[in-house]
């Protein structure tokens, strides 16, 4: 669990014995020159920004980036099914992309320092962050790609800080996080995608307040029974006791049918977390219209039976799993 050189041309004989090949050792070579592609801000790479190396980048592509900051925005667009962006090192803290963009100026799309719209993808060992601030939403990751897999990252921000998101009830999409660490205040994961959660740490920043926010804002279709799962993970954060809530029922757009499903299962949770009022209203929606519930947790945090903490019983349980979360129709089971 996470708690906290340029390539090289064709010369000589060499040269000359790819002219001659056979085109399919042609196509090899060209392919495996398109799919190594670096990252390096000191120009020591085949690019200096993570940007221009997507942007270069063709379907199932690996983009190596090596240690440092890199400030700008991240479009990974749909056309770019299986791309992979992935730290040299292994360690998040080395790789740093960078935003400070609000969703006040830029809607929630070009607020995220990383907005990924590609099925396919894997994200590996890198910080993706959003610098703006407390007081208003600012994204640092919009993940609104179908089967995404986000291993080893730190995604940082304060509200608003993770977006799952698949635009109408008529799509889904999946995404599974692993090994990670997630840090806001209010709403900083949140959505109407599936998302998993998993053996990850999640932080609850403090606001000074009696009220210190809120982790989750499922807005999770009515027709799809796989919504938010916190799994196996570690809650925690530097709030006061008892002043964080678990979630709150978010109907995007006013929708009546956007029930959010947040389960929190198995998971060590800290004492900031509220006893009463651990799921709260919004926008004039009551908790109780989406669909909330807990599972086997365990730390300070953990439910001492109020009667709106919602517990899922041991014969559901099994229908819960990261894996039928993730699923879907293909089966797919990135699950570790």
Request: charged residues 15%.
């Amino acid at each position: 669990m996470l708690s906290l050189p340029r390539g090289r041309r064709l010369t000589g004989c060499l040269a000359s014995a790819v002219l001659v090949a056979p085109l399919a050792l042609v196509l090899s070579a060209t392919t495996s020159s398109a799919a190594s592609i670096t990252v390096a801000a000191d120009g020591s790479g085949t690019h200096r920004s993570v940007q221009a190396a997507v942007s270069a980048a063709s379907p199932g592509t690996t983009i190596k980036i090596k240690p440092g900051t890199y400030s700008g925005r991240v479009s990974i667009p749909s056309g770019k099914s299986g791309i992979s962006l992935v730290g040299t090192t292994g360690r998040p803290e080395d790789v740093v992309i960078t935003g400070s963009t609000p969703q006040s100026s830029s809607g929630a799309a070009g607020s995220a320092t990383v907005l990924n719209l590609a099925k396919n993808t894997t994200i590996k060992a890198v910080t993706i962050a959003n610098t703006y601030g407390r007081g208003t939403q600012a994204l640092a990751l919009y993940a609104g790609g179908d089967r995404q897999i986000y291993d080893t990252v730190r995604i940082l921000g304060h509200q608003d800080t993770l977006l799952s998101w698949t635009g109408n009830s008529g799509s889904r999409v999946r995404q599974y996080v692993y090994n990670s660490y997630i840090e806001g205040d209010v709403d900083f994961i949140y959505g109407n995608g599936t998302l998993v959660i998993d053996r990850s740490t999640i932080y609850s920043l403090s606001r000074n307040s009696s009220n210190n926010g809120y982790i989750t804002a499922g807005s999770t279709y009515a027709d799809n029974p796989y919504g938010i799962l916190v799994n196996r993970s570690k809650v925690t954060g530097d709030a006061s006791a008892k002043s964080v809530a678990l979630g709150r029922c978010w109907h995007a757009g006013g929708a009546s049918n956007a029930t959010g499903q947040v389960l929190f299962r198995e998971s060590d949770l800290g004492e900031h977390i509220r006893q009463s009022s651990a799921w709260q209203d919004m926008s004039g929606f009551s908790w109780k219209t989406c669909r909330f519930s807990e599972y086997a947790n365990s730390g300070a945090g953990k439910s001492n039976g109020t009667s709106d903490r919602p517990q899922l019983s041991s014969s559901k349980a099994g229908d819960y799993t990261p894996q039928r979360y993730l699923a879907g129709s293909d089966g797919w089971n990135p699950v570790r």
